[in-house]
Nanobody, 118 residues
């Protein structure tokens, strides 16, 4: 059974840091492009950061560039998102995604809440 389980969310003050983790099971994540997306109520889910399967090249939304770092450890089947210099506008539910774009295969996690507030 395919599963993506996120953890690491919580409440943090502006300027603080959090590290999200996403543990994959039921498939081989090294074959997949992995990403973190986020969503606030009433808005569409948006891509925050992505890391490719083959050469681990990365892609970031302009809104998080320079503050967030995505990484993967295929030996642990785990995806990470290091979030620094957090802002209130980073408040959202963060979702882990695994996909093989050319096959149209997509798996989503259940999400973890990140709240940035003083």
């Amino acid at each position: 059974q395919v599963q993506l389980v996120e953890s690491g969310g919580g409440l943090v003050q502006p300027g603080g840091s959090l590290r999200l983790s996403c543990v994959a099971s039921g498939f081989t994540p090294s074959d997949y492009t992995m990403s973190w997306s986020r969503q606030v109520p009433g808005k569409e889910r948006e891509l925050a950061a992505e890391v490719s399967s083959a050469v681990s090249s990365t892609l970031y939304a302009d809104s998080v560039k320079g503050r967030f770092t995505i990484s993967r450890d295929n030996t642990k089947n785990t995806l990470y998102l290091q979030m620094n210099s957090l802002k209130p506008e980073d408040t959202a539910v963060y979702y882990c995604k695994a996909e093989v774009k050319w096959l149209g295969i997509t798996h989503w996690g259940q999400g973890t809440q990140v709240t940035v507030s003083s």
